[in-house]
């Protein structure tokens, strides 16, 4: 079956835009999570989706960052008013669920540059 | 913070040779689990194999298996057999149940596999 898909695959955007990357997951997954891989900080959570839950948003950055999840399947992370240091590689990941260390599976990831 | 903590960022090793990789991790949970990934050029990150902390017996998946060891905190990757193909960043995360299971990763290890 179809894995996670990420869109766009990479994304170059000037200081100040605002930017949207979306994640599909694997279908019938309630799980969803997105993460950040960035050279000076590693691997990094951000927000965690668990079916109609509100979302734990407690690896957000800054308010800059806001994601949602809508009818449970497609989720968006938007970033406002970007800044150079939020150039990174954004995955996201779907579990069938938040509990039972369910593994998770990974998107391709969207490469962000911000110049 | 509660960490997962990988202390060879990089090692190489010859094809058909057994290579190790280590990962410590902190955490005051008794229901937790952990993963390696595997990540590619591709930067697909790839499950390799999973241990559920309340299973004494070490996870093995083919040519790769864990040494689990609990009262240390130490959870090791071996690759038997190396494959040109394993050459990839190899991360080390943890989940805890109680937190919805998002994953801390450790910093990474680069494996390079030459022929």
């Known amino acids: 079956g179809a894995g996670v898909s990420q869109s766009p695959s990479n994304k170059v955007t000037e200081k100040g835009k605002d930017v949207e990357l979306r994640c599909d997951p694997i279908s019938g997954h309630t799980a969803l999570y997105w993460y950040r891989q960035s050279l000076g900080q590693g691997l990094e959570f951000l927000i965690y989706?668990?079916?109609?839950?509100?979302?734990?948003k407690s690896g957000l950055p800054s308010d800059r960052f806001s994601a949602e999840r809508t009818g449970g399947s497609v989720s968006t992370l938007t970033i406002q008013r970007t800044q150079q240091e939020d150039s990174a590689v954004y995955l996201c990941a779907s579990s069938l669920g938040g509990s039972g260390g369910g593994t998770q599976y990974f998107g391709p990831g969207t490469r962000l540059l911000v110049l | 913070a509660q960490t997962v903590t990988q202390s060879q960022p990089e090692m190489s090793v010859q094809e058909a040779e057994t290579v190790t990789l280590s990962c410590t991790y902190d955490t005051s949970e008794s229901n937790y689990y952990l993963f390696w990934y595997k990540q590619p050029p591709s930067r697909q990150m790839i499950l390799v194999i999973r241990q559920e902390a309340y299973k004494q017996q070490n996870a093995t998946e083919n040519r790769f298996s864990v040494n689990f060891q609990k009262a240390a905190k130490s959870f090791s990757l071996k690759i038997s057999d190396s494959q040109l193909g394993d050459t990839a960043m190899y991360f080390c995360a943890r989940g805890e149940n109680n937190a919805g299971n998002m994953l801390t990763f450790g910093g990474g290890t680069r494996l390079m596999v030459k022929p």
């Open positions: 989706f668990q079916g109609n839950s509100a979302p734990d």
